[in-house]
């Protein structure tokens, strides 16, 4: 059973930055497609962020596109989200997620299906 746990999060003021990381086990990470997602408060969960199983292909939402860095590195079994020039609208609960049975080049956008959900961090950003 593949696990994660999210860490990271915390209180920023707008343009700051903050690097979020997920650490993946139970299971080699390198098996799986990994995201983010968040949630705002009142709000459906958005997908933010991918990255397939080779590292090489990444997407990003528009929303965080040009701001958000995702990266992994297999030998720590982790994926991290790095976030710059941060805004009031990026406030929400973040979510690293794992989607199972992907190409080695490939990791669906907003089409992600995850199988296995972390727990969330929460991001705070004031203005």
């Known amino acids: 059973q593949l696990q994660l746990m999210e860490s990271g999060g915390g209180a920023v003021q707008a343009g700051g930055s903050l690097r979020l990381s997920c650490a993946v086990s139970g299971d080699p990470g390198s098996k799986y497609c990994l995201g983010w997602f968040r949630q705002a408060p009142g709000a459906e969960r958005e997908w933010v962020s991918g990255?397939?199983?080779?590292?090489?292909?990444?997407a990003y939402s528009d929303s965080v596109k040009g701001r958000f860095t995702i990266s992994r590195d297999d030998t720590e079994n982790a994926v991290y989200l790095q976030m710059d020039r941060l805004k009031p609208e990026d406030t929400a609960m973040y979510y690293c997620a794992a989607q199972r049975g992907q190409a080695w080049d490939y990791c669906p956008d907003s089409s992600m299906r995850p199988n296995y959900w972390g727990q969330g961090t929460q991001v705070t950003v004031s203005s």
């Open positions: 990255i397939s199983r080779s590292g090489s292909n990444t």
